[in-house]
């Protein structure tokens, strides 16, 4: 059974950075698709970013392009999410997902695609 826990966030001022971690265990660490979702109150789960850990290709959506990125340290199991210039549109819950059978490369973004979930951790930027 994977399991992924979330680390980081909190919150900083628009233009600030933060650095979210998803530690990750229950499977070994390869060939994977890793991602991170947002979700803000009233608003569907939004794939921010996703990383084919096999071959580290990624995928970032529009909004977050030039500011976030993803990273995997297979040596620590562990996937990361560095956020830079950081905005007020950017607050919202954050989580990992883990899909360990992915179909397509570079990695889905539809959040029904991913079978295990992060706790979820909250990012706050404010103006």
């Known amino acids: 059974q994977v399991q992924l826990v979330e680390s980081g966030g909190g919150s900083v001022q628009a233009g600030g950075s933060l650095r979210l971690s998803c530690a990750s265990s229950g499977h070994t660490y390869s060939a994977y698709c890793m991602g991170w979702f947002r979700q803000a109150p009233g608003k569907e789960r939004e794939g921010v970013a996703t990383i084919y850990t096999g071959g580290g290709i990624t995928y970032y959506v529009d909004s977050v392009e030039g500011r976030f990125t993803i990273s995997q340290d297979n040596t620590k199991n562990t996937l990361y999410l560095q956020m830079n210039s950081l905005k007020p549109e950017d607050t919202a819950m954050y989580y990992c997902?883990?899909?360990?059978?992915?179909?397509?490369?570079?990695?889905?973004?539809?959040?029904?695609?991913?079978?295990?979930w992060g706790q979820g951790k909250q990012v706050t930027v404010s103006s």
């Open positions: 997902a883990a899909d360990p059978s992915p179909t397509v490369v570079p990695c889905a973004r539809n959040a029904y695609v991913y079978a295990y």
